[in-house]
């Protein structure tokens, strides 16, 4: 968080039922704190009164995208946090009043970690990219208990619509079942590639992710719905860190304690794993960055391709903060090829 300094501190637990709004003051750190009645214009209405400058701060839940945008315009900033750093909030007794309490002291100390909101067109695409995924995993599950069905019934799992599958009292009625439900997942996927080969059309920052080796039209929507900006990210391992591809390494005393996994996009992970393996079998320079560290380098393979999806991630942030499509090296040209790689 910036050293800015607001003239309110505001703090807000917001619930279904009811909502928890603890205020401070840049003159004062007496905390007032009120527990009211869930009412989002009645809380625009409480914001907008306030005069002088305003920051407010949200815990990351399911409703933190809907108060951001319901309360951008009442507001300075917002900040919605991550609630795992919020260790003060699991002291001492626990209730909404409380934790809004000890959510505004941590504002206005400077100890909260943002996570990023923001208001503008890529919500759609997020939203796209998340029902997508629940689509294609409901499609998923579908098709393991088809396949479930027909082994128990003495198939091979893999017949089409139509087949006899014995007598087994049930079985044919849940066999069709679960393929008309399959057919209508094959046409609601098709609507949302349609829709996302749309979006690539319109955005040209799909466009440039979609030029880089093993990212197609899907991923590069991915990417481009999770990260926003690149401005978030001040340097590559910063990004590496979000995106999963690195440890961070524990040292204490100046001795070193292994390494741990950071908290990062399980989505941007996905993306560059699943795109790092289609590139280096492909021709282009992800794969010849790949054979260079196990031929030259004389990595082990899994080590080659960790590292040529590290690459990649580098690359989409490249592209990202350049503005431009991916513009490979000759591939002749061993000594930039050598120099490129020796960076990473």
């Known amino acids: 968080m910036e050293d800015t300094i607001y003239d309110h501190y505001i703090a807000i637990d917001w619930s279904i039922v009811n909502m928890a709004i603890a205020r401070m003051t840049k003159k004062s750190d007496k905390i007032t704190a009120i527990d009211v009645p869930s009412d989002i214009e009645n809380l625009q209405a409480y914001l907008k009164n306030l005069k002088g400058s305003k920051v407010l701060a949200i815990e990351e839940t399911t409703t933190s ?3 951001y945008a319901e309360l951008n315009e009442c ?22 009043k409380i934790d809004a309490r000890k959510l505004v002291q941590l504002l206005k100390a400077g100890l909260l970690k943002e ?9 759609y695409m997020r939203l796209l990219v998340s029902g997508y995924e629940d689509l294609v995993n409901a499609g998923t599950r579908l098709q393991n208990q088809r396949y479930a069905l027909l082994r128990a019934c003495g198939k091979s799992g893999k017949e089409k619509r139509g087949i006899y599958i014995g007598s087994q009292e049930g079985a044919h009625f849940v066999l069709d079942s679960l393929d008309r439900q399959i057919e209508a997942y094959a046409t609601e996927k098709a609507n949302y590639e349609r829709e996302f080969e749309r979006l690539t059309r319109k955005h040209a920052e799909i466009k440039y992710q979609k030029s880089l ?3 197609g039209t899907i991923n590069a929507v991915k990417i481009v719905a999770r990260v926003v900006t690149p401005h978030r990210f001040p340097d590559k391992g910063h990004y590496l860190s979000y995106a999963g591809l690195i440890k961070l390494e524990k040292i204490s005393g100046g ?46 393979e899994h080590n080659a391709r960790h590292k040529a999806c590290r690459r990649l991630a580098i690359l989409s942030l490249g592209v990202f903060k350049s503005g431009k499509k991916y513009q490979p090296f000759r591939r002749n040209d061993v000594k930039t090829f050598s120099e490129s790689a020796s960076g990473l």
């Open 65 to 67: 995208q809907w108060l």
């Open 75 to 96: 507001v300075d900033r917002i900040l919605i946090c991550d609630p795992n750093r919020n260790k003060l909030l699991n002291e001492g007794p626990k209730n909404d």
């Open 115 to 123: 996570v990023y909101h923001s208001t503008d067109k890529f919500l």
């Open 213 to 215: 080796p093993g990212i």
């Open 255 to 300: 001795r070193s304690y292994g390494k741990k996994n950071p908290r990062y996009s399980r989505q941007l992970k996905s993306v560059y794993k699943t795109g790092g393996l289609a590139a280096i079998r492909g021709n282009n320079p992800i794969h010849d960055y790949y054979e260079y560290l196990i031929q030259e380098k004389g990595y082990a």
